[in-house]
C-alpha cells in the first residue's frame, strides 16, 4: 500500500509517497517536521495501485518525492506509470529505495524505477568516514532515516521558494571564479 501526502504551500505542490513499513515512518516523520507544518495545507491519501482516493495533482508541474523501503511488496508498474504521467506534465520525481533483500523481484523493480523517474538513490549500504559499514541495523535505519528527512526538506523548500530571481548570463560571468 502506498501512502500519499501533499503538501501545499505557495500555489506550489510537493508530493510524498511512502510504501513500506520503514518508509512509512519516516514519511510521518518528515511531515512533522517544522518545515513541513508551518504555512502549508496537507491532503492525505492511500493509493490503491496508483489511482489516489481523490485527484493527486492538477495539470501544474508538481515535486514527487517517494520513499520506498519493502520493494517486494509493491505495484512498480503502476506507481511507475503515475510517475510517468506526471513527468509528461513536467513534474520531477525523486525516489529513494531502502531495499531489504536483493532478489530478482527487487532488481526488476529498480530498474523499472530507474527508468521512470529523474533520480533513483538506493539506501543501502551506509558508510562513516573510513569506509566501515555500520553493523548495526537500528544505527543504519537512523542514518537513513536523518538523511531522507533532510533530503525532503531540501526538495520541498526548492519547490515551494520560487521567490528567488534567476540570475542573468551577465551576472553569473561577473562572479569572481575560485580555482
Not at 36 to 45: D, G
Not at 53 to 77: G, M, Q, W, Y
Amino acid at each position: 500500500m502506498l501512502h500519499f501526502t501533499k503538501v501545499s504551500t505557495q500555489g506550489k505542490d510537493f508530493n510524498l509517497i511512502a510504501s513500506g513499513a520503514l518508509a512509512f515512518k519516516i514519511h510521518n516523520k518528515i511531515l512533522k517536521d517544522e518545515a513541513f507544518t508551518t504555512n502549508t495545507s496537507m491532503s492525505r491519501n492511500m493509493l490503491v495501485g496508483s489511482v489516489p482516493a481523490r485527484k493527486a495533482t492538477s495539470h501544474n508541474k508538481s515535486v514527487f518525492f517517494v520513499i520506498i523501503s519493502d520493494l517486494d511488496k509493491i505495484d512498480t508498474e503502476s506507481l511507475s506509470k503515475m510517475i510517468r504521467e506526471e513527468r509528461a506534465k513536467g513534474s520531477y520525481a525523486v525516489c529513494q529505495v531502502i531495499p531489504m533483500y536483493y532478489n530478482e523481484l527487487s532488481f526488476k523493480a529498480l530498474k523499472m524505477l530507474r527508468q521512470n523517474f529523474d533520480e533513483v538513490l538506493e539506501l543501502s549500504k551506509m558508510n562513516l568516514g573510513g569506509g566501515k559499514l555500520l553493523m548495526n541495523m537500528e544505527q543504519q535505519h537512523c542514518l537513513m532515516t536523518d538523511y531522507v528527512v533532510s533530503m525532503a526538506r531540501i526538495m520541498f523548500h526548492v519547490c515551494a521558494n520560487s521567490s528567488i530571481p534567476a540570475k542573468t548570463v551577465e551576472e553569473r560571468i561577473e562572479e569572481p571564479v575560485f580555482a
